[in-house]
């Protein structure tokens, strides 16, 4: 399969802008899909937040439709590292939302006051769940929602109340997407554009997935019996068995894999989860094996883009 990118040219002011921002906000909340944790988060995120030494709470949301044993994983995972906090968290609930704001002064417990307000950023990938959780957390709508990326555009910074200030900034992807299967995970996921990928090869790559890592749940959800079946010939069975088909008798493989890949975006399929702290280090280990050693010193392309966006501080906390 072909690899997946996606960077648009208004992601990369909107990266400059927030590693400017970064420098007058106390804690970062970062907000990934609790069905792929590590690869829903934006590298990039992560080393500007930690050239500011600032604290980060990181919420998992729409783990109500997640594996909840994954997820439990993935909290003892991030749990473990300094100067993190992960709570998983669905924004279709107010109550989860509700307790943000908490969370993040028991990171920074010496600001949340008039004099010292609790500067708090929200940062991540397109179609997360940002702009609902600015919504939420404000209790009126100030950003625009949409099943689509990229809805947001452009930071925004808006008082909670007097000791609490928050800023919402466009979903970031980064240059370039390292592991092929993050690519497929984030298009499964719907947070990479529709224009940047083919959806019959996503609906192939969460076939396979979905068929190795929860068979009992599709079998249920399509009806059919599933062995010997890959992703190419689930989506087939599936337009089969719900008689799609185009003009001329030919199977509509289209319909299908969009109804695959709706399932498991709205949860219908059951609780899934793309990956696991153990299954994203296989990858990467393969990922490892199967790349030549540089025999220069030659930088990242990657690590020189966010070393060019935070070397030069902006301010002081």
Not at 136 to 156: C, I
Not at 203 to 210: E, K, P, R, S, T
Not at 212 to 238: H, N, W
Request: some cysteine; overall charge positive.
């Amino acid at each position: 399969m072909p690899s997946i990118q996606w960077f648009p040219g208004h992601m990369n002011s909107g990266r400059k802008k927030a590693a400017e921002n970064m420098a007058i906000t106390d804690v970062l909340i970062e907000v990934v899909d609790a069905r792929l944790p590590a690869a829903s988060s934006n590298p990039l995120i992560d080393e500007l937040r930690k050239f500011r030494q600032r604290p980060c709470l990181k919420l998992l949301n729409k783990a109500d439709i997640a594996d909840p044993a994954a997820t439990k994983v993935w909290l003892d995972h991030y749990n473990g590292i300094p100067g993190l906090k992960a709570m998983a968290v669905s924004f279709k609930k107010q109550s989860d939302m509700a307790k943000v704001v908490g969370w993040c002064r028991s990171l920074a417990p010496t600001r949340g006051s008039p004099d010292k307000q609790l500067r708090m950023m929200i940062m991540g990938i397109p179609n997360v769940g940002k702009s609902t959780l600015m919504n939420g957390l404000l209790g009126r709508k100030v950003a625009a929602v949409g099943d689509e990326p990229a809805v947001t555009k452009s930071v925004q910074r808006l008082e909670i109340d007097n000791s609490h200030v928050v800023l919402d900034t466009p979903g970031l992807m980064w240059p370039k997407i390292e592991l092929e299967s993050d690519g497929y995970m984030l298009a499964a996921s719907h947070a990479i554009g529709t224009n940047a990928v083919l959806e019959d090869e996503v609906a192939y790559f969460l076939g396979n997935l979905l068929l190795k890592r929860y068979p009992g749940l599709v079998a249920s959800r399509y009806g059919f019996d599933i062995a010997g079946l890959d992703g190419v010939s689930l989506v087939e069975k599936i337009a089969t068995k719900r008689a799609w088909r185009k003009k001329g008798g030919a199977l509509d493989i289209e319909k299908a894999a969009m109804a695959l890949l709706k399932d498991y975006r709205t949860g219908v399929t059951g609780n899934i989860s793309l990956e696991t702290p153990q299954s994203r280090e296989a990858m990467i280990a393969e990922k490892r094996a199967a790349v030549p050693v540089k025999d220069d010193n030659s930088p990242d392309p990657q690590e020189e883009i966010v070393l060019d966006d935070v070397k030069k501080p902006r301010g002081k906390k």
